[in-house]
C-alpha cells in the first residue's frame, strides 16, 4: 500500500428524513445568506424544491436562486453563480441535483475567492485559493460527488471539458435521501450506475498494489452495483435497491476505497474528451469505451482481470488460465452493460471518425493517461476507433 494522507471534512447525513431534521442546523451554523443552485424542473416537480425552501424559510434564511445548470455544466453559468455570490454577499452555496448541479456549486465556491480566472485552476495554471461553504443535497446516485472535493466543467466555447478539485472543495455537508432519486428517469439511472461502476474501475486497474481490504472492498462495491442495477433500472421506487445503489455510488468516489490510490485516470481522460464535443451522457460514454479499453490493456496484467470475473462476476476460475479468465471478464462486463440497457457505441451519439484524432491529442496534452498501462496519443485513437 503507498503511503497517503486522508482527510474528509463532509457531514454526510444518509436515509430518510434527515433534511427535516438538521437542513436548517447545518446551513445556520454557516451564514443566512445562501445561493440555492438547481438544474432543471424535476426538484420542482417532485417537491424537494418546495421543501428546502420551506425550512430555509422557517429558519430566517434569505435564498437567491440559480436554476437551470446545465447536465455537463457549463463555464458560462459558473462566472453567472460567481457573479451572484459576490453581489449578493453570500454564506453559503446549496446545491440541490446530481452531480453536475454540486460541481457547478464547487467551481462558483472556488471561483468567489479566488482573484483571477477560476478556469485557470481547470487548466492547471493555479490553484484553489479558498471556497466558499458548499453544502448539497444529491438527487441522482452516480458521481460521488457529495463527498469528495473534485468537480468537473466544460468550456462549451474550447469544447473542453476539465476536472479539478482542492482541499476547499469538500462540501461542508451532504444530504443523500434514496427517495429523492425515485423521480430519476431509467436512462439517467443507467448512465449513473455506468458511472460508479467505472469509478471502481479505475481504483481497481490501478497500478498502485492493493491492500488486501481495500481490494475487497473495490470488489465489494462493484459486486453490489451488479447484483442490485437491475432492480433499481426496473424498479424505480424500490426503496431498498435505491438506497444501495445511492451508498454505492458515494463508497466510489471517496477516499475510503481508494486511500493512496492516486493519479490519473484513463477512461475518464478520454471521456472527458468526447463529452466537451458531443454533450453525451458521461456515464454512457464511459459505458461505451470501458470494455475497449480493458481489451487493449488486458495482456498488462491478466491476474487483475481474472480477479475481477471470479470476485465481481462470480466465475469459477477452477482449470481457466488468467488470460482466459480476462477474456470472460471483459464479456461479463459487456454483457452488464447489454443488460441494463446501457450504450453501446460512440457512433450512436452521431460521433464520426474525424473527431477523434482532435479528441485523442485533447486527452493527452497533460501527459500520457491512465496507471495500468500508460497510454498515449496513439493508443486512445486506437481505442477510440475500437468504440465508434
Ligand atoms: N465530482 C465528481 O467526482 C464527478 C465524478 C464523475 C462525474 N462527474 C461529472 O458529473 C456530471 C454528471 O452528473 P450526474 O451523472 O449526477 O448527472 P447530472 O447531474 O448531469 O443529471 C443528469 C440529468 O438527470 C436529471 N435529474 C437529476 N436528479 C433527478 C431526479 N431526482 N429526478 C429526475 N431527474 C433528475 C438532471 O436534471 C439532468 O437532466 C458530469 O459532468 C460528470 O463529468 C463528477
Ligand atoms: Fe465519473
Redesign the pocket.
Known sequence: MEPFRFHNPTTLYYGKGQIEKHLADEVLKIGRRVLLLY??G?IKR?GLYDKVMNILKDAGVTVFELGGVE???RLTTVYKGIEMCRQNDIDLILAV???????CGKAIAMGVKFDGDVWDIYQRKAQATGALPLGTIL??A????EM?A???ITNWETKEKLGAGSPYTYPAFSFCDPE??F???RD?TV??IC?MLAHCFEHYFHSTPHAPLQRHLIEGVMRTIVEYAKRVVDNPTDYDARETIMYCSTMA?NGMISMGIVGDWACHAME?EV?AVYDIP??GGLAILFPHWMDYVKGTNPARFASLAKNVFLVDGTGKSDEELADIAIEKVREFYREIGAPQRLADYGIGDDQLERMAAQAVRFGEIGHFRKLGKEDVLNILRASL
Open positions: 438544474g432543471g424535476s417532485f447536465p455537463n455544466p441535483g446530481g452531480g453536475s448541479v454540486l460541481d438527487t441522482l452516480a458521481t460521488g460527488s469528495n473534485g468537480g468537473v429523492n432519486t423521480t430519476v428517469p439517467q448512465y449513473g458511472d468516489l472527458h463529452s458521461h456515464g
